[in-house]
């Protein structure tokens, strides 16, 4: 460019790049820092191994009584759900109209 006297558009077209203000961008990080402006790194800096290494830590040990909170609630959900299979399966189109409000909002039939 400063040799030939083009434009940045002009520069983007003879290298086929589609985003003339890239060479824009670039010739200001070469004018700011030299060579070593434009080798700066793109894009989010990798995460430091302290944050990597807290994840993968082991969850701490229940008590016995957290163990047994966490039992009963699980017995709780698989009660509930026995429940609602048999209703089901004593009586689907019942137990359908009976619940519809609740599945017809969520389902997508096609329009007339």
Request: no cysteine.
């Amino acid at each position: 460019m400063m040799r030939t006297g083009s434009s940045e558009t002009e520069t983007a077209l003879h290298f086929g790049l589609t985003n003339s203000p890239l060479i824009a961008s670039w010739k200001k990080a070469f004018h700011e820092g030299g060579v070593e402006g434009l080798n700066k790194p793109k894009g989010r800096p990798p995460m430091p191994d302290k944050a990597k290494t807290k994840k993968t830590t082991e969850p701490k040990e229940m008590t016995y009584e957290q163990k047994l909170e966490r039992e009963n609630e699980l017995l709780r959900l698989e009660v509930a759900y026995l429940k609602k299979l048999r209703a089901f399966q004593m009586d689907p189109k019942g137990y359908l109209e009976k619940h519809k409000q609740r599945y017809h909002l969520n389902s997508k039939k096609p329009s007339n």
